[in-house]
C-alpha cells in the first residue's frame, strides 16, 4: 500500500466545560489514500465533525486537541507553522461547510469570495485572473449566468447555488484533498441529489480523496468507497462500503441500517435504535454503546471492547462481533 | 432609495413640528421672566411690575401662547426665528456664527472616539480575557463614569498649568492665527470628548466583533487559508460595523451633550455655550432656535444611519 494522504493516529479531542471536561473525540485513528473518498458517518456528537476539523486546526481554541499523528502527505500538521498551515488551508485540502446560508460572509459578493480563495493561494496575487478564474469555477459548479452572478451576494442565491459556490471554493486550487461536512444536510431533498452529482464530478475531474461527513447512509452508499463508523467520539467499525452494508460487524452499524427505509423490500415499520445518544461529559462504563445494544451483556457493561482488526481492510470495536457475522 | 428618502424626509418634518411645539411651550412655562432678569434684584421696586408688563407687550409675550407659537412658526418657515430678547440680534445670525465651532469640536471628537474605540473593541474582543481586554475594559469604565467636567480639570491642571502645553481656553490666539494654532487649541477640548464617548462605543464594538468572530462564514475564510489579519479586516469588520452603527448614531446627541460641557470649561465659543447662557438668561426665542437646530442634526444623523446601513450591508435596501 502506498503512503497514506492523510494520517491521523490516536486523535484525541476534549473541551472543557462548565459541566467538566467532554470527550469529543477519543482515540481515532484514519488513514485516507489517494483518491479515496473515505465516509465518516455517525449521529450528531459522535465527534465526526471535531476529528475532520482537527485535521486544519479549525476548532476553536477551547478545544484541547492531541494526536500521536495528524501528517497530510507527510507533513506534520500538528506543529506545522500558521503561515505554513494557511498554505495548505484552501490550497491542496479544501473544505466544504454544511450550511451555506451562514458559512458564506453575507457582505461580500459570491465571485469575491470565490476569487479570495484563488487569490491567496496565487504565487503572485493577480486580482483580474482570480476573478476571471471565479467565473469558471462557478460555471463548473453549474452556476448559470456565472459572469453576471459573481457580482451577487450569498442572500440573492438558492441553498443549493451556495452550496455550488462552497464547492468551487474547495476545488478553487485543484485539491488533494476535500473534506465536505454534512454537504447536504441543509439541502431540500432534490437539490441533495444534484449537489452530490456535483461532489462526485468534482472528485473525479480533480482526482482529490475525500473525506465525507454526514449522517446519512444513502449518500454514503451513493458516493464512497470506504466507511468508518463514529459512536460516541470513537471509530466503532470501519469497512469499505459494500462489506459493511452487506454484513454490518457493529451493533449499532447494524441499527444504523435496520433504520433506513428499504424499497428493495417489504418492510412494515423501520426499526430504530432505541434510547438517545449518552453525555458526552459523562459517559457509560464499559461499551458506550450498551446501553442501547440489544446484544449488550454483563461484559460490555464493564470492559471497553478495543477496535480490533477483524478481516483485510476491516475493524469493529465490538465484543461480539463474531456473532453478527453469523447471523447477517 | 429615492422613495425612502422622501418618505424618512416627511415623516422627520411631522416629528420636527412636534419637537418645535414641545419645546415651545416648555421654554415659555419655566418658571422666571425674561424682562425681570436683566433688572438687578436690588433696583426691583413697586413700579418695576409696570415696567415689566409693559416691556413684554411690546414684546409680545403677553398673547397666549398659542399666537405665540403660531407667529413665530410662520416667521420660521421664512427662515427667521426671532430676535434674541437680551441684545437684539437675530437667532439664526447668533446660531449661524457658534454652529461652526461646534460642529468642529464635536466631529473631531467623534473622530477621536473611533480611533480610540475601533482599534481597542477589535483587539479585546480578538484576545478576549487576556489582560489586554481587561485593559480596555477599564479605560471604557473609565471613559464612563467619570464626568467630562473632572477630567477636564485635571487635564488643565496637568497639560496648560504645569507642563504649559497646550492653551486651555478659546478657540484661536487673535494675535497669532493659523491652521496650526486652531489645532493647538483644539488637542484638549477634542481629545477629553473624544475620549468620553469612547467607552460605550468599544463595548459594542467589541461584542459586536466577538459574534463575528464566532460567525461560521469566519471559519470559511480560515479554511480557505486566509491569515488572521485577513479574517478580522476583510471579513468580520464589515458585519461588525452593522449593529455598531446604530449605537454611533444613536449617541451623537450624547456626543453633543458632552460638548456643551467642555464647551463650558474650554470657553469655547460654540453653540453650547450660547445655549447656557440663554437658559440662564431665559432669552426663549434662542433657546427653542438652538433645540430646533439640535432636532435637524439628531434626525438627520439618524437618516445618514440608515443610508450607511445600505452600503454597508447589501441585504438591507431601503423601501
Keep these: ?328 | 432609495m429615492g422613495a425612502f428618502l422622501v418618505r424618512r424626509l416627511s415623516i422627520n418634518v411631522l416629528v420636527f413640528f412636534l419637537i418645535t411645539i414641545a419645546v415651545f411651550a416648555l421654554v415659555h412655562k419655566t418658571p422666571g421672566d425674561p424682562i425681570a432678569m436683566q433688572i438687578p434684584a436690588d433696583q426691583l421696586n413697586s413700579g418695576s411690575a409696570d415696567f415689566i408688563a409693559q416691556k413684554r407687550a411690546e414684546l409680545g409675550l403677553d398673547r397666549s401662547l398659542v399666537v405665540q407659537y403660531w407667529h413665530w412658526l410662520t416667521n420660521a418657515l421664512h427662515g427667521d426665528l426671532g430676535y434674541s430678547l437680551l441684545n437684539g440680534r437675530p437667532v439664526t445670525e447668533l446660531l449661524g456664527e457658534r454652529i461652526g465651532p461646534t460642529i468642529e469640536l464635536m466631529g473631531v471628537g467623534l473622530l477621536i472616539s473611533l480611533l480610540i474605540a475601533f482599534p481597542l473593541g477589535i483587539l479585546a474582543a480578538r484576545r478576549r480575557n487576556s489582560w489586554l481586554d481587561y485593559g480596555a475594559t477599564v479605560v471604557s469604565l473609565g471613559s464612563v463614569s467619570i464626568p467630562v467636567f473632572f477630567v477636564a480639570l485635571i487635564v488643565i491642571y496637568v497639560f496648560t498649568l504645569k507642563f504649559q502645553w497646550f492653551p486651555s481656553s478659546g478657540i484661536s490666539d487673535p494675535t497669532n492665527p493659523g491652521l496650526l494654532d486652531s489645532l493647538h487649541h483644539l488637542v484638549l477640548p477634542a481629545l477629553i470628548l473624544g475620549f468620553g464617548n469612547s467607552g460605550p462605543f468599544m463595548r459594542y464594538v467589541r461584542s459586536s466583533m466577538i459574534t463575528e468572530l464566532d460567525a461560521d462564514y469566519v471559519r470559511t475564510a480560515n479554511a480557505k487559508g486566509a491569515s488572521p489579519r485577513r479574517v478580522v479586516l476583510r471579513h468580520a469588520f464589515r458585519n461588525s460595523l452593522i449593529p455598531v452603527l446604530t449605537v454611533i448614531a444613536t449617541n451623537l446627541p450624547q456626543l453633543l451633550a458632552g460638548a456643551v460641557v467642555i464647551e463650558q470649561v474650554f470657553a469655547w465659543p460654540g453653540m453650547g455655550q450660547l445655549a447656557v447662557s440663554s437658559v440662564n438668561q431665559h432669552d426663549y426665542s434662542v433657546i427653542v432656535g438652538f433645540a430646533l437646530l439640535i432636532a435637524i442634526i439628531v434626525l438627520l444623523s439618524n437618516l445618514l444611519a440608515d443610508v450607511l446601513y445600505t452600503v454597508v450591508d447589501p441585504r438591507v435596501r431601503l423601501r
Design chain 1, 1 to 328: 500500500m502506498t503512503e497514506p494522504l492523510l494520517q491521523i493516529k490516536g486523535l484525541s479531542v476534549d473541551f472543557r466545560t462548565d459541566d467538566g471536561v467532554v470527550h469529543a473525540v477519543t482515540d481515532v485513528s484514519l488513514a485516507v489514500q489517494p483518491g479515496e473518498i473515505v465516509a465518516i458517518v455517525g449521529e450528531s456528537g459522535s465527534g465526526k465533525t471535531v476529528t475532520a476539523m482537527s485535521v486544519l486546526r479549525l476548532l476553536p481554541k477551547a478545544a484541547e486537541v492531541s494526536a500521536d499523528a495528524i501528517a497530510f502527505r507527510g507533513t506534520d500538521l500538528r506543529t506545522l507553522s500558521a503561515a505554513r498551515l494557511r498554505a495548505i488551508r484552501g490550497g491542496p485540502v479544501g473544505m466544504i461547510f454544511q450550511d451555506p446560508m451562514t458559512a458564506l460572509n453575507p457582505v461580500m459578493t459570491i465571485g469575491g469570495q470565490v476569487a479570495e480563495a484563488v487569490l491567496l493561494h496565487q504565487r503572485r496575487p493577480d486580482r483580474k485572473a482570480a476573478w476571471r478564474r471565479a467565473v469558471e469555477l462557478l460555471g463548473l459548479v453549474g452556476v448559470p449566468d456565472p459572469a453576471e452572478r459573481v457580482k451577487q451576494y450569498p442572500h440573492e442565491f438558492s441553498g443549493g447555488m451556495r452550496q455550488r459556490a462552497m464547492i468551487a471554493m474547495a476545488i478553487a486550487n485543484d485539491p488533494d484533498l476535500i473534506i465536505a461536512d454534512e454537504p447536504t444536510t441543509a439541502l431540500d431533498v432534490t437539490i441533495q441529489a444534484q449537489v452530490l452529482a456535483l461532489l462526485r464530478k468534482a472528485q473525479a475531474e480533480t482526482g482529490a480523496a475525500t473525506i465525507l461527513i454526514t449522517h446519512d447512509l444513502g449518500v454514503v452508499a451513493e458516493l464512497a468507497d470506504r466507511v468508518v463508523v463514529m459512536y460516541a467520539g470513537r471509530v466503532v467499525e470501519s469497512a469499505g462500503v459494500r462489506e459493511l452494508f452487506a454484513v454490518p460487524r457493529h451493533p449499532y452499524t447494524k441499527g444504523l441500517l435496520a433504520s433506513l427505509p428499504r424499497m428493495d423490500l417489504d418492510v412494515d415499520q423501520l426499526d430504530p435504535i432505541p434510547g438517545n445518544p449518552p453525555n458526552m461529559a459523562a459517559p457509560p462504563a464499559g461499551c458506550p454503546f450498551h446501553p442501547r445494544c440489544p446484544l449488550a451483556r454483563d461484559r460490555c457493561r464493564t470492559e471497553l471492547p478495543p477496535l480490533l482488526e477483524i478481516g483485510v481492510g476491516r475493524s469493529s470495536a465490538c465484543h461480539f462481533h463474531d456473532e453478527l457475522a453469523v447471523t447477517a
